[in-house]
């Protein structure tokens, strides 16, 4: 059957429902949509605009949504069922990396100066530490936000609190706020700080509301954000439209990558169907533009969207997050962790979609097998770790 053919067959079955949370790295979803390369791989995509990633994953799991926009940890906490139904999901695209940071409110940053012999003990969290202790326990704990508890968000804000001495659980109270209510929350002092992706950051900071102290980059390296993710049932009765959406959005997220293309991509994000902001306050995730601020972002920390190490799903960050769950209480008992792994990060799905021939000597992390009992503890432990430049660069064992 040729490809004219093929495309034809697609575009009679029923729309395929995608759904986005409106945030930068939504961006390939859009453009894919609104540049017509899911037409052009003949495939007929209706967005649907999701208030929380609850809604999103619930969506997916009872089949109100095919795919979705999702953090890259979903499918797997919803394949295990952890926090929800048990339902199989995978990714077989990773859209983006990075784009995470922690902001504090300014009446907090204000607190800090007095606890701070340099800026350097504010990124780090040594200043809290010391604010922290100095308040003792009878004043309510100090609130920090996340979006979603099984998200890089949570981790990466517990991992940064944790390195400085702070008890995620006990020191500080952390809650759920979908990501559009952040800045909200932070100008009306019900929340001291949050982690969240771009451009919620940025707008905190040109709105004075609040200071920028760490991305996500400094914290991890450059690890997966957000994933194309899909029921498992799905994407086996509906291969050729899911290997088609794949092509679609790596089509996309080189679009979104090239610069020329940023006023036109920033025009089209700003529209109320989509992040519904001014062109002028999206630009903060894609360049080195920033919002006068304390602090500057490293060059790497920005949003990356294409290139095979982008978006190829990589099963090691799925052993990562499955440890960073185990750390943080979330992990019930679980066996054969790389084949997990392997099953939710489907890379051959990847090189099917995008006719790759998977270069079999190419060196790429796997758990040795006598170490799979270990894994989960060792993490918890601190014992293993990122490689500091993120996970294209593999684990270190620090003991």
């Not at 992706?197 to 914290?219: K, R």
Request: one cysteine or more; charged letters at 20%.
């Amino acid at each position: 059957m040729n490809t004219v053919q093929s495309n034809s067959l697609i575009q009679q079955a029923d729309p395929i429902r995608i759904g986005f949370i409106p945030l930068i790295d939504c961006a390939p979803f859009v453009i894919a949509q609104e540049k017509g390369f899911f037409v052009d791989e003949g495939v007929n995509v209706v967005l649907s605009k999701e208030a929380s990633w609850a809604s999103i994953r619930d969506k997916v799991a009872f089949n109100l949504l095919d795919g979705a926009h999702m953090l890259s940890s979903m499918p797997i906490a919803a394949s295990l069922g952890i926090g929800s139904i048990k339902t199989a999901m995978q990714t077989s695209f990773t859209v983006s990396h990075n784009g995470n940071g922690i902001t504090i409110g300014n009446f907090l940053y204000d607190q800090l100066q007095h606890f701070a012999d340099s800026s350097l003990d504010i990124r780090t969290g040594v200043a809290l530490k010391r604010l922290i202790d100095h308040r003792g326990d009878k004043v309510a704990p100090l609130r920090f936000a996340m979006v979603y508890p099984y998200s890089s968000h949570n981790y990466q804000l517990r991992d940064w609190l944790s390195r400085a001495g702070i008890n995620p659980d006990k020191d500080v109270q952390i809650v759920v706020i979908p990501p559009v209510k952040m800045v909200d929350n932070l100008r009306r002092g019900d929340i001291d700080g949050y982690c969240v992706g771009e451009p919620w950051n940025s707008l905190a900071v040109e709105q004075g509301v609040g200071h920028m102290l760490v991305t996500g980059y400094e914290i991890w390296g450059s690890t997966p954000e957000k994933v194309f993710g899909v029921n498992a049932l799905w994407a086996e009765q509906n291969q050729a439209q899911h290997l088609a959406i794949i092509r679609a959005l790596d089509k996309a997220c080189a679009w979104v990558d090239v610069a020329e293309n940023q006023a036109e991509l920033l025009s089209i994000l700003s529209h109320p169907d989509y992040l519904n902001c001014t062109m002028q306050q999206l630009v903060y995730g894609f360049g080195s533009i920033k919002p006068k601020g304390q602090f500057d972002w490293p060059m790497e920390a920005f949003q990356r969207f294409s290139g095979s190490d982008i978006n190829k799903p990589l099963p090691s960050y799925a052993l990562w997050v499955m440890a960073q769950m185990h750390r943080w209480q979330q992990l019930g008992g679980v066996s054969k962790l790389n084949q997990l792994a392997e099953q939710i990060y489907r890379k051959d799905l990847y090189y099917k979609a995008l006719g790759l021939v998977e270069d079999k000597n190419a060196i790429e992390w796997q758990l040795p097998e006598a170490d799979e009992a270990t894994w989960l503890s060792l993490v918890a432990d601190g014992e293993i770790r990122l490689h500091p430049e993120g996970i294209l660069k593999g684990f270190e064992r620090l003991a």
